[in-house]
């Protein structure tokens, strides 16, 4: 195609290689310019250079600025030298004037911007030849588009330098890319069926047409035809075939008779003169003549709005050939011919008025940012169109208007407010669960609180006072607040109570005074005491006693205390034997303190204490060991508390000479102790009272330093103390200490009262501002206020009522106007002059046309201007109608009367009748009753109503119940009832007897079906109480401890999830936080050492090696010392006392060494070069010639084994925290300090205290459990109106809103946010037209003619497939006579009756659906079009060829749906087969299929296949039918087929399955297979038709292969020795963890 394109005319060499030769030839001569300057002047090796120019300087803005450049010599290789060497004469100017630009310069200048030019390709695809772009097309060619732009002045346009514009704005860009889009040919619609002929004899055409789908676009092939026509002979005409038509054409315009006006005048001056001849003379006469003139004006009523002129049209009458041509009238042989005249209505045009002044503008105030008003205007109709003259514009426009003028004021600004916080409340954070402890006083922690949120004018114009700031608050309606609506609830937090904590108990002091300033008497009390260990809320009256007191004898305020014992000293200095030891005193206070001696005066000074020395031969014993723990607390009848003492025997006296032993019962001791009796007494308080004012206010002023002026006065609270004995109740005050007696009265402050305080009432709501059409039911309006303060301490209480109705007064009725029909004037003909020549022109009578005045009353018949009914009345009747003029033979009759009442409701009749008038009531062929029937009967509707269930159920829905609200208007959470039994709804409808619609009342049902339903309430999880704390997991130092709680139910219906469970075991939640046991807890507490055994008895001297033995328990320690036995795993095993020790008992005279004191510690660090000791000391002297052994042991100290180093450890924090009665909120977070020694033991704190080391950390951190805040919803929405206004799809809503979004573990919110319940099935009437008729010329075969339609009314149920049925019009009484949005009612049209010899175009069709520019299913963005075609018919052959072209026409559109297209073949009918191009929504088309691609649809072979065996391929070459191989020719033609060898395959069903055969051995045998069949037979065929193998052949052989290496394989590897398998170890199974999702399921 190239060649062919390149041979039809010269060739034009590409672009691309025309700028090539360009550029050659440029350097072809600046190659020669350079070197002739070269020898020119060969001494020219320097030239000038510059730079670029500087900035425009100068003092005045505009054309008088200089810049200036540098300029200097250069080297041609580029370096600079003297200006010397250059050429003076060419030297380059270095200054210049230019225009100096301005800021100001920005209002005069601008870039002017050009046109886009249309796109062309780029330049290196220039070359590409033009069909190149059609036929590989997918998406367009990219291309370039340019424009100029230059900087030109505003005001004239006129050019400027670019440099100006260039100072403000860049210059925009000269080119930017585009595409060119694909040419895209036509595409048409398939052909529609051949229409019927257009003769019913004789030969005539019939067409068939088709539609344009898509336009041609950028270039693509134009539209086909789309009319096919084919000729058709029905049958021989009978007798002479008609070639004539009678056509009418179309009515002239309306005109006026001729010299009308003159005949009037002439008329009225007639008139006037026989009525001045006839004038009666009576006054009476004369009056009742005026009445009856006044009356027939009134009747005629000329209206100003109506210029009523009946004239004439005519048209014209001719007759045409079937060709066409015009022919004589009198070929046309007719029996009557059609009227050529008639009356009409001269047209006039709307007249309006001029525009009225602009009405005020509807906003008062003015507001810079709110919305504006608006204003209108209006124009009045002057005159009204008629006759089909023009409408009238609009009569009302409104413009925005904002409020000019000084006195405008600002307009009111609104904003919310909000009451003051609620109190703290937990209880409505609690789930099911805990409300069911029914005990919920004291709960503290997190809660929520409320507040009310209303709407307030800020700009009051009053002076700010206390009535100012009422009606600052005053509310108003929440529309006009446009802000973000602050909060109405928030969480807070109640203080947690702090618990108050006392120590322990001390031990029982002294016998002492009450008072030791006033030592009357001999009573005495001993005291113990505890102390507060906390700081508890409300301070120390809420902590328990602190003091006990039990009634002793001999009491004394000072005493000796016996600090120590000195050294026995033996008697009369001798060196052993009986000897005394001096107590060591100290005067103490009955608080045990050290006080001066002298106090102690009185006191009796303890005696020394007798003592022993064991001399070498005495028995040597142990010193005592301390004083036990008293046994009981006190002593009664039944108790006495007692203490022991012990001490053992450390060697034997010898057999002569020394003092024996002591029996073993000396060797314990015990005493009595509190020997007081159990009678304690105690002072117990109870709570303060409340505080009450108190007259001696005056003194508690300065008491508490308050200032005497403020608002709330001092008080006093009082309280009740009584003398309590212990396990008895009250006794009389005497018994306890009086000294030690609480105070009964306290000064307090008294809170400030505070009144509540109350908005203003806010205004009535509005009440309907317009009309009601039916008179409307009351309706209520409504006023509020709101509680800002809520009263305290006294303070004055909050009213009552906070909302007020009242009904609004009686809404004003809507006024209603109808349209005042007047009579009808006298029926008005064609003037005679235009229709004397007609048959029966004669006679005045014929058809003519009437007129009548309309006007506008009210209601109640004043009359009002004709715009009223323009508004609100139903159209306006017709002005004119068609009448007729009887002639002398005409038969006349009245109208129809009104269809009488039925007779019975179903199966009744009902009638109407009219009557002759005049002469025709005795004529024989006016009563004819067959030609002018005089009545007509109709049976009655039979009316049956049916009611039927329609549509879904509707949500379930709760009754509507009061609100239950907390103060101000908090929701109580939980107690809104969100759940239990409801009702849903289904609505009714009702149909008659023809399945239409009607309103339901006439199936007597209120429109639904009622159902009970019921909605789930939530139930939240449910575990059960923590189990109590288990013990410290360790007994010295910080451990944990654990308590858990077990799943009881598992949450359903949206209630409250449960936290999450353990791993493990998924219904428990544990709790464990870090617990810290004291060291000293419990201690082990050793018994005195036995008596020695002694293993190697000396007889005589009791002594040798021996062992001792002695109990160790493990005892809890108090504060005062070890008290009860406990388990002794509960004591460090380490610390253990040895039980039982073997040693050597001392012979007599031998030294007696008391037991080891306790090692000294070692020095820190311990680095191996420290020692410790330890010492003990003679109890008895060696004898002569005997030493004692060394008092002092020492060893080295060694890391870890006898010397530690210790460092603070600290544990992680716990979890949060809270107190018992809290739910969330703040909480703390601690961890332990322990104390840890270098082998990772931990000990008591008292060794890192001992040692200094710093605590750096914080113990106690403050935290927060977010608290579990349960959604809360706003109430429901008033139900909205209707979805739709009838049908059967109307739904009602209601809606609601979250306004605290669920927190943590709170119950979620629902997923209902909104219900729906059905509307009333109400039927949908409206006005619909009919099909058009078909287009009739009167009294004519062609021409001019009339199509006509009626409206009617249809009742539908509203959906949007419905068709609807027709009723009876008095039903669409109430809806406006529009069809489908169109008030303007056309009922006739003009239309044309084709006569035989025309050509014509048919309707247009109707607009296709948009369709973008696509490619590959993809829009393109070139933007979318819909088309619409018009086709040509024709009725005669002979007038083919005075067809007009056919016609199309597009319209850009928005969005579309991208088609593809694609061919499509039929199957092969002997060696052809139909190709299409098939749209891909299914639709067939011509035209968008690329034509390249188009498959074959002819295969005929040259040469023709000839060959037994063989036929024509797709291909187009001759192949062999299947089972035949082809054998070609050298020169690559079919020669023979030849049959393959084919063996055949028996399947499961072949009943010979047991016989192979191959047909190759009696090819003759036919074959049981049909070509094209599946059968039982495989044909496997390895040669293809060319001779060649195929390539299954190949694969099979490539498997083959494939399966022997592997079968090689797996041999070689079966045979092959395999290794020992090496042992593996299993690895343990690890244990499964779960992982908790927050579900319970387990």
């Keep these: 195609m190239e ?257 009308r006006s003159a005949r009037q005048a002439r008329r009225r001056k007639n008139k006037e003169r026989n009525r001045e001849k006839g004038r009666v003379k009576d006054p009476e006469a004369r009056e009742l003549i005026k009445k009856k003139r006044n009356r027939n004006r009134q009747n005629r009523l000329e209206s100003k709005f109506f210029d009523l002129q009946v004239g004439y049209q005519t048209r014209e009458v001719t007759c045409t050939h079937r060709n066409g041509a015009p022919a004589e009238l009198s070929l046309c042989s007719q029996e009557t011919l059609p009227v050529a005249f008639q009356s009409c209505l001269v047209p006039r045009d709307c007249e309006v008025t001029e525009w009225s002044q602009w009405g005020p503008c509807s906003k008062k105030c003015y507001d810079l940012n709110g919305p504006k008003g608006s204003r209108s205007r209006a124009r009045q109709v002057q005159q009204f169109p008629v006759g089909g003259g023009a409408l009238c514009p609009h009569l009302e426009e409104t413009e925005a208007c904002a409020p000019q003028g000084e006195g405008v004021l600002p307009c009111a600004m609104y904003t919310w407010k909000t009451t003051e916080w609620t109190e703290c409340r937990v209880d409505t954070l609690l789930s099911q669960q805990d409300r069911r402890r029914g005990n919920q006083t004291g709960l503290c922690g997190g809660g929520v609180q409320s507040r009310e949120v209303f709407c307030v004018q800020t700009n009051i114009d009053p002076p700010p006072s206390l009535g100012a700031v009422k009606e600052a608050s005053r509310p108003v309606d929440n529309d006009l607040c446009l802000g973000v609506v602050p909060n109405t609830t928030q969480l807070c937090q109640i203080p947690c109570p702090v618990e108050c904590e006392v120590s322990s108990w001390t031990a029982w002091g002294p016998c002492t005074f009450e008072n030791c300033q ?74 045990g303190e050290p006080v001066d001696r002298q106090f102690c005066r009185d006191a009796i000074l303890p005696m020394p204490v007798v003592c022993d020395v064991p001399c070498p031969k005495d028995c040597a014993l142990s010193p005592w060991t301390p004083w036990s723990l008293c046994s009981h607390t006190c002593s009664g009848k039944t108790t006495e508390g007692r203490q022991t003492r012990a001490r053992s025997i450390l060697a034997y006296n010898a057999g002569e000479g020394g003092s024996s032993c002591p029996n073993s019962s000396t060797l314990q001791e015990a005493r009595s102790c509190n020997e007081h009796p159990c009678t304690v007494y105690h002072w117990q308080t109870g709570p303060w009272g409340q505080c009450i004012e108190d007259t001696s206010g005056a003194a508690l002023n300065a008491t508490l330093g308050r200032p005497a002026d403020t608002s709330c006065s001092l008080g006093m609270q009082t309280r009740k103390v009584i003398c309590v004995r212990v396990n008895v109740g009250q006794v009389p005050p005497k018994k306890c200490p009086e000294s030690l007696r609480p105070e009964t009265v306290r000064p307090c402050l008294l809170p400030c009262k505070r009144d509540c305080v109350v908005t203003p009432y806010s205004d009535w709501s509005s009440c309907p501002s317009t009309c009601q059409a039916d008179g409307g039911a009351k309706r209520k309006q409504f006023r509020k206020r709101i509680i800002l303060q809520l009263p305290a301490n006294g303070g004055q209480d909050c009213p009552e009522v906070l909302y007020q109705e009242r009904e609004c007064e009686a809404p004003s009725v809507c006024p209603g106007y109808r349209w005042k029909t007047h009579k009808w004037r006298r029926c008005q003909l064609v003037p005679w002059y235009i229709r004397q020549d007609s048959p029966g022109a004669q006679e005045t009578c014929g058809p003519g046309l009437q007129t009548r005045a309309v006007s506008c009353r009210k209601l109640d018949g004043g009359q009002v201007d004709v715009g009223e009914c323009l508004k609100f009345a139903s159209p306006m009747p017709p002005i004119t109608q068609p009448c007729q003029l009887p002639c002398q033979d005409d038969c006349q009759l009245t109208g129809w009367s009104k269809f009488s009442p039925c007779s019975a409701d179903c199966g009744g009749v009902r009638t109407r009748k009219r009557t002759l008038v005049g002469k025709s009531k005795k004529r024989d062929q006016c009563k004819n009753t067959q030609l002018y029937p005089l009545s007509e009967t109709q049976y009655c509707p039979c009316d049956k109503y049916n009611a039927q269930p329609v549509g879904n159920w509707s949500d379930c829905i709760l009754p509507e119940s009061g609100r239950v609200e907390g103060i101000l208007g908090m929701k109580v959470q939980g107690d809104i009832k969100e759940c239990g039994q409801g009702h849903r709804y289904q609505a009714m409808a009702c149909y008659d007897q023809d399945n239409r619609l009607v309103e339901t009342s006439r199936c007597n049902s209120h429109g639904y079906i009622e159902e009970a339903c019921i909605i789930p309430c939530p139930s939240d999880c449910k575990l059960s109480e923590w189990s109590n704390w288990s013990r410290c997991s360790k007994s010295c130092g910080s451990g944990v401890k654990v308590r858990s709680k077990w799943l009881r139910e598992k949450p359903y219906n949206g209630g409250r999830p449960c936290p999450k469970l353990d791993h493990v075991n998924q219904a428990q939640v544990y709790e464990v936080v870090p617990c810290v046991s004291d060291c000293s807890q419990y201690v082990w507490v050793a018994e005195p050492w036995s008596v020695w055994k002694v293993s190697n008895v000396d007889v005589k001297e009791n002594c040798g090696e021996g062992v001792q033995t002695r109990k160790v328990r493990c005892m809890l320690n108090t504060m005062d010392g070890p008290s009860d036995p406990v388990e002794d795993y509960l004591c460090d095993p380490e610390e253990m006392p040895l039980g039982a020790r073997e040693s050597r008992l001392p012979c007599p005279e031998d030294c007696v060494l008391s037991d080891w004191g306790p090692w000294t510690r070692c020095n820190l660090p311990c680095d191996g070069r420290g020692t410790r000791e330890r010492t003990a000391h003679p109890i008895r002297m060696p004898g002569e010639e005997k030493q004692c052994p060394p008092t002092t042991q020492a060893e080295p100290c060694t890391l870890n084994q006898n010397c530690y180093h210790y460092s603070y450890n600290i544990t992680d924090w716990s979890t949060c925290q809270l107190s018992e009665k809290a739910v969330c909120g703040a909480g703390i977070k601690t961890r332990m300090l322990d104390c840890v020694r270098s082998d990772g033991k931990s000990v008591d704190l008292k060794y890192c205290e001992e040692l200094g080391l710093e605590k750096k950390w914080q113990m106690n951190i403050s935290c927060t459990v977010e608290c579990p805040v349960n959604c809360q919803l706003s109430d429901w929405s008033t139900w909205s109106g209707c979805s739709h206004a009838c049908g059967l799809a109307g739904k009602m809503w209601r809606r609601r809103s979250v306004t605290q979004a669920s927190q943590g573990d709170g119950r979620p919110c629902p997923t209902q946010m909104e219900q729906w319940k059905p509307c009333p099935a109400r039927p949908c009437y409206r006005w619909r037209y009919s099909s058009w008729s078909e287009c009739k010329a009167e009294d004519a075969k062609c021409g001019a003619g009339v199509r006509w339609r009626n409206v009617s009314c249809f009742v539908s149920d509203g959906g949007r497939e419905a068709e609807g049925s027709m009723v009876d019009e008095e039903l669409c009484g109430d809806v406006e006579l529009s069809v489908d949005g169109d008030k303007q009612i056309v009922l006739e049209e003009p239309c044309t009756v084709p006569c035989p010899g025309d050509c014509y175009l048919t309707e247009w069709t109707t607009w296709s659906p948009c369709q973008p520019s696509c490619a590959n299913g993809a829009d393109l963005g070139l933007g979318s079009v819909r088309v619409r075609s018009r086709a040509v018919i024709a009725q005669e052959p002979d007038s083919l060829i005075q067809c007009p072209e056919q016609e199309w026409e597009s319209r850009p559109c928005a969005g579309g749906e991208c088609y593809d297209y694609s061919w499509t073949a039929g199957p092969w009918k002997g060696s052809s087969r139909l190709v299409w191009c098939r749209r891909s929504d299914g639709l067939n088309v011509t035209g968008g299929c690329p034509s390249a691609s188009r498959p074959v649809s002819d295969r005929s072979c040259d040469p023709a296949c000839d060959k037994p065996r063989s036929y024509c391929t797709e291909a187009g070459v001759c192949g062999c039918e299947e089972g035949y191989t082809e054998v070609m020719t050298s020169d690559g033609l079919l020669d023979q087929c030849t049959l393959i060898p084919v063996l055949e395959i028996p399947t499961a069903g072949d009943s010979k399955a047991d016989v192979k055969t191959i047909r190759a051995a009696n090819p003759t045998l036919p074959t049981s297979n049909q070509p094209g069949r599946s059968g039982r037979t495989w044909f496997l065929q390895p040669f293809g038709p060319d001779g060649r193998l195929k390539t299954w052949v190949y694969g099979v052989a490539a498997g083959v292969l494939v399966l022997l290496v592997f079968i090689i394989s797996m041999t070689y590897l079966a045979c092959k020795k395999p290794k020992k398998p090496q042992r593996r170890q299993n690895n343990r199974l690890k244990p499964l963890t779960l992982a908790y999702d927050g579900d319970a399921d387990m």
């Excluded at 301070?539 to 000796?560: F, I």
Aim: proline share 9%; aromatic share 8%; with cysteine.
């Design 3 to 259: 060649l062919l394109g390149w041979a039809e005319g010269p060739r034009k060499p590409p672009r691309g290689m025309l700028l090539w030769l360009w550029g050659a030839a440029l350097l072809g001569f600046a190659g020669r310019d350079v070197q002739a300057q070269a020898t020119g002047d060969t001494k020219s090796v320097y030239i000038w250079q510059a730079g670029p120019w500087g900035r425009c300087m100068g003092s005045e803005c505009g054309p008088g600025g200089r810049q200036s450049r540098a300029v200097w010599c250069a080297h041609v290789d580029g370096w600079t030298t003297l200006h010397t060497n250059c050429p003076q004469a060419e030297r380059p100017d270095n200054q210049q004037s230019c225009f100096r630009v301005c800021d100001w310069h920005r209002e005069l200048y601008d870039w002017q911007r050009g046109p886009w030019s249309e796109c062309a390709p780029v330049l290196a695809r220039a070359s590409a030849p033009a069909g190149g772009r059609t036929a590989g097309c997918v998406r367009g060619e990219e291309g370039l588009q340019t424009r100029e732009v230059s900087c030109v002045q505003k005001a004239d346009g006129a050019p400027a330098d670019d440099v100006i514009c260039e100072y403000f704005e860049p210059k925009p860009r000269l080119e930017q890319a585009c595409l060119i889009p694909c040419p895209r040919d036509c595409v048409v619609s398939a052909f529609a069926p051949w229409s019927t002929c257009s003769k019913s004899c004789g030969v005539g055409l019939r067409t068939r047409t088709r539609a344009v789908l898509a336009p041609p676009l950028f270039g693509g092939s134009a539209c086909p035809n789309l009319t096919e026509f084919q000729t058709c002979l029905p049958g021989d005409c009978q007798g002479e075939e008609s070639f004539y038509s009678l056509k009418v054409g179309p009515w002239a315009d309306c005109a006026l008779p001729h010299m």
């Design 518 to 591: 006033d030592q009357a008497g001999k009573k005495g009390f001993k005291l113990r005491k505890r102390t507060i260990a906390n700081e508890p809320t409300g301070g120390p009256g809420s902590c328990p006693h602190l003091t006990e007191a039990v009634p002793c004898e001999e009491p004394s305020c000072y005493e000796w205390l016996v600090v120590r014992l000195e050294e026995c000293i033996p008697d009369n200095e001798r060196t052993c034997g009986p000897g005394t030891q001096i107590p060591k005193v100290q005067c103490i206070n009955s608080d």
